[in-house]
């Protein structure tokens, strides 16, 4: 670990006007937001350079075992706030832009979210990526730099329109382009046999060329990488077709690689088993082996140690081909025995699952498969052979056609991993029961968590700087720390100041949304939030019934002595998921009817803003007082947001599924308000 280099306001505005003129080429006198967001990004960046250094050279001298955690999907949001709060020079970079006369916020704000995930998954890896760093956990992030991230979402007459996402029509501030590091991703053709030995011969090759951003963790004392691969053709332009006048086919080869890492797929169980999405997960995961492959055969060490040395951690099986690839490589570049190889890759691989649902779990068409992977085809013939002699299990990776990623993952991984207590449980009695019978020591169970330096420290400032008050500095590195806090829960000026910062955050949402969407809301009102991906296993559709409810109440009593409610929701359905669209266009109509209700009107009001993001979790969270977490029984695998509400303050009404039965735990039956139970027990629009 080292110690950071922290620049003073003069310094700091020095090296902001330094990129404004140098790296974007920009006069004071003509420089936009863009072009000062952008000179602040890069100072920042600057001031990681070192630690981020200083920790690669010391994992190479240690010799230190490194966590590759590979996903599909990062919901990364902002950098700005996150790099100025891990590195705590936020009030020096608030002085030095206002110095520069400038507005803090309208810069900072003018950062648009790499959204490269879809939801809870995605933001998971985010997370663990900031407390990786914190940590001082040698640990690469591999995934894809989607040119287009998740759809932005608006509403027209109520309903869900998509358009395309476009973060990198402005450069991205925070990556480094790292041209000399590619790979060839092959595809296609056919596997031929000589002897022992096998060749691919493949039909189409991509390269997988790295972008790598450095995550710095708290207080700047340790830089991790991510790094997201981008598909480049192996020959940009086709010269012949171009010198014979055929200009569009001149292109072909470089538009057909690009595609793979063109655009972000919308979680949609409907679109599962195409090409294109296999293609991707296979170019990434094999980019990121080779790399790491490469990066541990440059030591020195022999490859019988890899296991002591490198974790690789599968984020769902999105990435599941990742252990037929390291045992293609391991047996066709590096020459080892089969049976070696599977046990040796095993050692390496651990496997997050991230779901029950049967339609969510991935499976392959075979015929597809060994089309696209011919090779990893009869590698996995070859694993379930391995699986199945040397136990006395009878389940199959391939079945009835389909090769199931789960079961893959499953077996090539020496631990496997469920995500809250309850939804490990059901992984052992349900999803893999047999596998769990023959391997009873593998499942474990590791519940999610979230960073809490974004998730308080940063995106509430007023509730920070009193439990700082209090508590002192450490906490956002050492979250138990808050239990301490409990002393304090008589304390009758602990409590006015705590209230005073949920209302100053019920006010910042009210401006932000005024601004925003022109729509008026009352500060006032007990704030209940229902924000995450519309599935109907979620319930907003319970939650909307809920509303009409109430608002029948207070139609038929509109005198009595109600609290104000606003009720938020805040989520993208996926485009091709009916039922979930329909539940978007009847919550839409339901406001409209409910908000120009005269009647009901000082007492109800619903809101729903279009395209849910981080960046607006940031703002809605602490302003919360009652947070949604209603999912049916068993199916919510844990829930993040849960726990950013409880860690803000808000009440939880929820059912006792994923890690809400954890967070009951912790806060303590009275201060959880069992979903099912509410709905029994106590009349409509009660006060909780
Ligand atoms: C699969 C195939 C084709 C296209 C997309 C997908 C796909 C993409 C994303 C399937 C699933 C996802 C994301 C799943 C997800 O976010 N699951 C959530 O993971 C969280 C972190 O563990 C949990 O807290 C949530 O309970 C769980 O729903």
Not at 17 to 30: I, N, P, Q, V, W
Not at 274 to 283: M, V
Not at 310 to 335: C, F, M, S, Y
Request: aromatic residues 8%; charged residues 25%.
């Amino acid at each position: 670990m080292t110690s950071l280099h922290k620049p003073d306001a003069d310094q700091l505005r020095q090296e902001i006007l330094r990129h404004l003129k140098y790296s974007l080429g920009k006069d004071e006198s003509h420089a936009t937001t863009y072009d000062w967001r952008m000179s602040l990004s890069l100072a920042l960046r600057d001031l990681v350079v070192d630690p981020w250094f200083a920790s690669t050279r010391q994992t190479y001298k240690s010799g230190a075992k490194r966590v590759y955690y590979l996903s599909m999907e990062f919901l990364i949001g902002r950098l700005i706030e996150d790099v100025m709060t891990n590195l705590r020079i936020d009030d020096i970079a608030k002085s030095a832009i206002a110095d520069l006369g400038q507005d803090y916020d309208q810069v900072v704000h003018d950062e648009p979210d790499a959204a490269l995930g879809n939801g809870g998954l995605g933001r998971l890896a985010a997370c663990f990526l900031d407390s990786l760093s914190t940590l001082g956990i040698p640990a690469y992030g591999y995934g894809i730099r989607y040119e287009h991230g998740l759809f932005q979402q608006r509403f027209e007459d109520g309903r869900q329109i998509e358009t395309a996402e476009n973060w990198l029509a402005q450069k991205h501030a925070w990556e480094f382009e790292r041209p000399e590091v590619s790979y060839r991703i092959n595809f296609g053709g056919y596997v031929h046999q000589s002897g022992s030995k096998v060749n691919w011969h493949s039909a189409e090759t991509v390269l997988a060329s790295a972008y790598d951003t450095p995550v710095v963790g708290w207080q700047g004392k340790w830089a991790n990488t991510l790094r997201l691969w981008a598909a480049k053709p192996t020959r940009i332009f086709d010269l012949e077709s171009f010198n014979r006048g055929n200009y569009l086919a001149a292109s072909e080869p470089e538009a057909l690689a690009r595609t793979i890492s063109r655009v972000l797929y919308p979680d949609d169980t409907t679109e599962t088993g195409k090409e294109l999405r296999l293609k991707q997960e296979y170019f990434f995961t094999s980019a990121s082996i080779q790399d790491l492959l490469r990066r541990f055969i440059s030591e020195g060490h022999p490859l019988s140690s890899l296991a002591e040395h490198v974790a690789i951690q599968l984020n769902d099986t999105h990435p599941a081909i990742a252990g037929p690839e390291l045992v293609r490589l391991l047996v066709d570049e590096h020459g080892m025995d089969v049976d070696e190889a599977i046990i040796l890759a095993r050692n390496c691989l651990g496997y997050t699952n991230h779901t029950l649902l049967p339609e969510a779990l991935e499976r392959w068409d075979e015929a597809l498969f060994a089309r696209i992977l011919p090779r990893h085809h009869r590698l996995i013939e070859l694993i379930e052979d391995w699986h199945l002699s040397n136990t006395d299990s009878t389940v199959r990776i391939i079945e009835d056609g389909s090769v199931k990623m789960g079961e893959l993952s499953f077996i090539m991984a020496h631990k496997v991993n469920g995500v809250s207590a309850l939804h490990t449980e059901l992984v052992k009695q349900t999803l893999f029961s047999d596998l769990h019978g023959t391997y009873p020591d593998r499942i474990i169970n590791q519940t999610n968590g979230i960073t809490p330096r974004r998730w308080l420290y940063s995106c509430n400032s007023e509730l920070s700087t009193l439990i700082t008050s209090n508590l002192g500095d450490q906490w956002p590195n050492n979250l138990d720390q808050l239990a301490a806090l409990a002393d304090f829960a008589e304390d009758s000026g602990f409590q006015d100041a705590f209230r005073a910062a949920k209302a100053n955050n019920k006010r910042r949402m009210a401006e932000w949304i005024k601004q925003r969407d022109g729509i008026i809301i009352n500060p006032e009102a007990l704030f209940d939030v229902q924000i995450k991906r519309i599935h109907e296993y979620k319930r907003q559709l319970m939650n909307l019934l809920e509303t009409v409810a109430l608002w029948n109440e207070i139609r038929d009593n509109p005198n009595a002595d109600w609290t104000p409610r606003l009720k938020v929701f805040g989520g993208k359905a996926a485009p091709g998921y009916v039922v979930a669209k329909e539940i978007i266009h009847l919550v839409n109509d339901v406001a409209k009817r409910i908000n120009s209700d005269k009647t009901t009107m000082p007492h109800l009001q619903v809101l729903y803003p279009e395209n849910y993001n981080v960046s607006m979790a940031e703002i809605l969270i602490p302003a919360t007082d009652l947070s949604e977490q209603i999912s049916t029984a068993g199916k919510e695998a844990s829930g993040t947001g849960n726990m950013k509400f409880a860690l803000n303050g808000a009440l939880t009404i929820g059912t006792l599924d994923g890690a809400n039965v954890e967070i009951r735990d912790c806060v303590g039956v009275e201060n959880f308000c069992n979903y099912s139970a509410t709905l029994f027990l106590l009349p409509l629009g009660a006060t909780i």
